[in-house]
């Protein structure tokens, strides 16, 4: 019920069946259900985006999970972990928390998985970290070293459900950053060609028309679809990278 609650945004009726349950579970010593439904309330604080609460519950939830051995749901709350540092605008904290996933992923061997939080590193210090006069100083270098590991292993796996041309938009970004119009071109071109083959593109384009749709109105001054935006933006927020930017983009 808590998960139907929170799947509707009734986040406090949501909190409330998920308490009931870890009340339940920890009488019971169910230890892995209890870790689950701590992940849980750290979901439900994101969806508010209460970051200390979230963070707190998170670090519950993985206290347990590494208690019990289980490395692959510690890596899942670990990089959840990282999301919600991102969130709080803590982005050294959150390299560290998708490094600390990245370590799991690895003992599992699961490179799926591995490609995907190097993409989000690679879309981290892209973004988050800024000097002592609040100017960006992203981390060019680190940021292609973590792409290509992305694209390394995604070409590898030749896999389309892996996203690829997700790290190659991102090579393309850092191109054009350094003023390599060239690379950038290349790279741009891939990521199309590589998004127009994915056989779930349209459903995948469709599925956010009605949001880029109240962004652009939002942006050419539409005041409701600004306020539209602002209150339909938390939940995309909670996913970290480029939603997170264009959430804080309308606070």
Known sequence: IGTLELAQKRPTEAKKRYLDSLLIYHNLGE????AIIWHQLGRVAQETRDWDEAE????????IKERLGDKALAATTC????????????????????????????????????AKVYNNLANLLLAAYTGPDGAARPDLAAAEAYARR???????????SQQIWVPYGRLAEIAERRGDTAAA???RRREQETFAAFPGALTYIQRFQ???ASVAAAGAGNFDARTQVRDSLPQWKTQGGEWAQLALAFE
């Open 56 to 63: 707190r519950c998170y670090r519950q939830s993985l206290a």
């Open 31 to 34: 230890d892995r259900a209890e």
């Open 210 to 212: 009605p949001l880029i």
């Open 79 to 114: 990089n959840q972990l990282a999301i919600v540092a991102e969130g709080a605008s803590r982005p050294a904290q959150a390299e560290r928390w998708y490094r600390r996933a990245l370590d799991y992923l690895v003992e599992l061997a699961d490179p799926g998985a591995q």
């Open 185 to 187: 071109r290349a790279w």
């Open 150 to 160: 992305a694209v390394g292993i995604m070409e590898a796996l030749n896999d389309s």
